[in-house]
């Protein structure tokens, strides 16, 4: 019984050792506040009410009084060394390793610089939304203060609890929490609107949207998307893509190719709204002369991109003009010759344009027709070899290299007779075939 009293009260030590003096000591003018604004007759003094607010965010604050984002591991554990790490871990999280030093009260993540990117309360001490209740309390402050003597105080508070948002957002964007993470800088932007403050942020409501699409809530991404498009910011145009990508996922199309022209009207020269309307205008099969245009455009912004080229070579194939369609597709891995999606294209338009004279050759009953049908067809599939080749080589996609061996294969199938090197590449692409 005395060694178990002993262990329970070494126990009790490790607990009570955890909750340091600045915890303490918050919890405690968060309690007088807390009984303060309980009381009939001080509840009437705005005072009593920015008291509550400040002990709110001094509870908030406890555990990471002494820290910030960007702090150094070392920095953060000597500001820390009265604070044990019980624990430390590594974990990836939204594409970023990091090193997780866990304490009693709050888990710490360093991204690989070794620097301070996030953390996560696990102990609030005060079981509250406590910035949300600080808030409250500052607005009940400003309901009372009919002579304005705390304006400058409520205001500055409302100021660093903005602040303390922002940081929120960032800890939960940072670990790929992006619905925690909008609403934060949505919480942000509210109090930037309030009007004890008066400062619209335009670029927190850019951000209330830009994290609300990256965690998949598209209405709530046009919302904010607008909003900071109509207050004047648009992230250089970004904004515009953002907003009509998420119409586009909602099926919207017209309201996704409205969005896109007003966007390129206003930066005709940013390329992501330029690329947005072309895919747009490709997946519609919009006026073909419009999507040219704006290839053209994107290509004189950006003469080194292999994949303007490549969705040019595309318009002109679903316009039927071949000739066009393999120039431009030619164009692209003479711009990037490891791009080989061009290589596979040019195959491609070669084949199955031979596949169409093959279908009006069994139809044609004229025996000289035919035969010069044939030629067409036998001198497309061997201009379609080379581009095969060229893709099966450069290509790093095992599903492409698959599907090209047996474009490859059906071809050299037909040439086999011709000669001892057809032959055996067909040997070799129908092993390739059978083995994937």
Same mark, same amino acid.
């Given at each position: 019984m005395k060694k178990l009293l002993i262990a329970l009260s070494l126990l009790l030590a490790v607990q009570l050792g955890a909750q340091t003096k600045d915890v303490a000591d918050a919890v405690k003018a968060f309690e007088r506040a807390k009984q303060d604004a309980a009381n009939v007759k001080r509840a009437e003094n705005p005072q009593t009410w920015t008291k509550l607010a400040s002990a709110y965010a001094a509870v908030y604050d406890a555990p990471i009084k002494t820290i910030w984002i960007?702090?150094?591991?070392?920095?953060?554990? &000597? /500001?820390?060394?009265?604070?044990?790490? *019980?624990? !430390? !871990?590594?974990? $990836? /999280?939204?594409? !970023?390793?990091?090193?997780?030093?866990?304490? @009693?009260?709050?888990k710490l993540y360093y991204a690989e610089?070794?620097?301070?990117?996030?953390?996560?309360? !696990?102990?609030?001490? &005060?079981? +509250? =939304?406590?910035?949300? +209740?600080? *808030?409250? $309390?500052? =607005?009940?402050?400003? +309901? /009372? =203060? @009919?002579?304005?003597?705390? @304006?400058?105080?409520?205001? +500055?508070?409302?100021?660093?609890?903005k602040n303390r948002y922002f940081n929120e957002a960032m800890c939960a964007y940072s670990l790929g929490n992006f619905k925690e993470s909008s609403n934060n800088f949505e919480s942000a932007v509210n109090i930037g609107m309030h009007k004890m403050v008066n400062q619209v942020d335009t670029v927190f409501m850019y951000y209330t949207g830009l994290t609300a699409f990256l965690g998949q809530d598209f209405d709530r991404a046009i919302k904010f998307f607008t909003k900071a498009i109509d207050n004047g910011y648009d992230a250089k145009g970004d904004a515009y893509s953002y907003l009509a990508e998420a119409y586009k996922v909602k099926s919207d199309i017209e309201m996704t190719k409205e969005i896109l022209n007003t966007g390129f009207r206003k930066y005709p020269g940013t390329q992501s709204i330029l690329v947005s309307l072309i895919n747009t205008y490709i997946e519609s099969n919009d006026d073909p002369a419009k999507i040219l245009e704006l290839i053209n455009a994107a290509q004189a912004n950006e003469p080194n991109n292999a994949t303007l080229y490549y969705a040019e070579g595309n318009v002109w194939k679903n316009m039927n003009n071949i000739e066009k369609a393999v120039e431009s597709y030619k164009k692209s891995v003479e711009t990037d010759p490891n791009y080989y999606f061009g290589y596979f294209a040019i195959g491609a338009a070669y084949y199955d344009k031979a596949v169409d004279i093959q279908v009006k050759a069994a139809e044609e009953l004229d025996d000289a027709k035919y035969e010069a049908l044939v030629q067409d067809l036998e001198k497309n599939l061997e201009a379609a070899l080379d581009p095969f080749e060229k893709c099966y080589e450069a290509s790093t996609d095992e599903e492409i290299k698959a599907v090209v061996a047996e474009y490859l294969k059906n071809i050299y199938f037909r040439f086999r007779e011709k000669s001892p090197e057809y032959m055996a590449k067909f040997e070799k692409f129908n092993a390739l075939t059978h083995k994937e």
């Open positions: 960007g702090a150094s591991r070392v920095e953060v554990k &000597i /500001l820390l060394k009265d604070q044990r790490i *019980v624990n !430390t !871990t590594e974990e $990836s /999280l939204n594409g !970023t390793q990091y090193v997780i030093d866990e304490y @009693t009260d709050k610089n070794g620097d301070l990117a996030a953390w996560v309360i !696990t102990n609030k001490y &005060i079981n +509250e =939304d406590l910035l949300g +209740e600080a *808030v409250k $309390s500052l =607005d009940k402050a400003a +309901e /009372l =203060d @009919t002579k304005n003597a705390r @304006t400058k105080e409520i205001t +500055e508070q409302l100021i660093a609890l």
